[in-house]
């Protein structure tokens, strides 16, 4: 198996990034949800303030081979807090191209994001699943995660766009 880095992304890898994000998204059957930019990803990820922060796991070469590391994987993180528990991690997105899974890429990629989280301080570390995503919850059960639709019967909902500007009357 070919060695596996996971590092924080670099501006120059929003490029990779959204490549990633549009295989995700094709994979969640979601394609046409996906609006954002290579632009945007960089505007909003390595400013001065940054919206989000990004892991990459990259495929490094074979001692003579002349190709460089290759992006195979990502997860998008943000900090929330929690009224109850304080500092929390949300893990937005976490993907690892198909050819890639089962070689415990997901696995480093949660684990780097639970070594951010406990470094920031955080008490949880949060993420959501779809819930045909069977794999993955298995996945994120193994590694001790509670699933909080099945504990305690939390639903997430989202205000998109319209439904904000009515709210603020704009």
């Known amino acids: ?3 596996v880095r996971i590092r924080e992304a670099k ?6 990034i ?4 549009r295989e995700l998204a094709e994979f969640e059957n979601l394609s046409d949800q996906v609006k954002i ?3 945007a990803l960089r505007a909003d990820g390595f400013g001065e303030n940054p919206f989000y922060h990004c892991l ?3 495929i490094l070469p074979a001692s003579g081979e002349l190709l460089g590391p290759c992006v195979v994987g990502y997860g998008i993180y943000c900090f929330i807090y929690s009224t109850w528990k304080g500092r929390t991690i949300y893990l937005e997105d976490i993907y690892v191209m198909p050819e890639y899974r ?6 480093k990629i949660i684990k780097k994001v639970a070594e951010v989280a406990l470094d ?3 008490s949880q570390f949060r993420l959501a699943v779809l819930d045909w995503n069977q794999r ?3 996945l994120y059960k193994a590694l001790g995660a509670r699933d909080l639709t099945e504990a305690e019967g939390w639903h997430f909902f989202c205000f998109e766009a319209e439904a904000m500007r009515k709210l603020a009357g704009k």
């Open 136 to 138: 993955a919850m298995d």
């Open 1 to 3: 198996m070919a060695s």
């Open 56 to 58: 990459v796991a990259e």
């Open 120 to 122: 920031k301080g955080c």
């Open 11 to 16: 501006e120059g890898d929003c490029g990779d």
């Open 37 to 39: 930019s290579e632009e």
């Open 102 to 107: 089962g070689q415990g890429i997901g696995s």
């Open 18 to 21: 959204l490549r990633l994000i």
